[in-house]
């Protein structure tokens, strides 16, 4: 299927729930295969339902191997990427390990992440650039928090739980984000914004979608 690029009103509301009835019928489980396809064909470690234009709470994401080698020791060091098998996330909720506390008085249950943009940098957060595939040809640096927890659906419907850190978790709070209605120019550091050149694209993971 085609991406939707910025622009699109369908990238910028928040998609719905999908239902447990919806799981198993074939329109839902063409959805889910198309997404596959779409992100692999694209080049992409993710995609969100909203960005082949289906407004559903559903996310995909997968770093291969051959993405990987592609990629210097260094960048792959820095950035805490790993190979990632696929996964499919449906009603994904993401929420985060609280930052230290100022005091002792302080709450110490996880936090929710919310839609509200991210600056400056906090305690637990990295800063990196990221590309997307709804917005091709820019990139810029966006905070991230380094560590997530993700409840959600599996595409049988049964309930998943991940621990995740490093680049698994940019791409899940990156694919999170489209299903609110979010994208990455949301949170950037505006000043970093920038074009990039082919050969870089060659080079560098950072197109989520």
């Not at 295969?33 to 992409?44: H, S």
């Not at 302080?106 to 997307?132: A, K, L, R, Y």
Request: hydrophobic share 35%; charged share 25%; glycine share 6%.
């Amino acid at each position: 299927r085609d991406i939707k690029q910025v622009g699109h009103p369908v990238l910028r509301g928040a998609a719905r729930e999908v239902r447990r009835d919806e799981l198993q019928t074939p329109m839902f489980r063409s959805l889910i295969d198309d997404m596959v396809q779409t992100m692999r064909t694209a080049g992409g470690v993710g995609l969100a339902a909203p960005q082949i234009g289906v407004p559903l709470r559903v996310i995909v994401l997968e770093i291969r191997e051959e993405y990987l080698t592609k990629l210097t020791q260094e960048v792959i060091k820095a950035r805490e990427m790993r190979p990632l098998p696929l996964i499919v996330m449906i009603n994904p909720v993401l929420s985060v390990p609280p930052p230290p506390p100022p005091s002792s008085s302080s709450s110490s249950s996880p936090s929710s992440i919310t839609n509200d943009p991210v600056s400056p940098p906090g305690p637990g957060m990295v800063v990196h650039e990221e590309g997307c595939l709804s917005l091709t040809g820019f990139r810029a640096t966006v905070a991230r928090h380094h560590e997530v927890t993700v409840r959600g659906w599996d595409r049988e419907g049964n309930d998943v739980e991940m621990n995740v850190s490093g680049w698994p978790a940019r791409i899940f709070q990156h694919e999170c984000d489209h299903i609110e209605g979010m994208i990455y120019i949301d949170r950037m550091d505006s000043r970093t914004f920038r074009m990039f050149t082919p050969p870089e694209e060659k080079e560098q993971i950072y197109n989520f979608e």
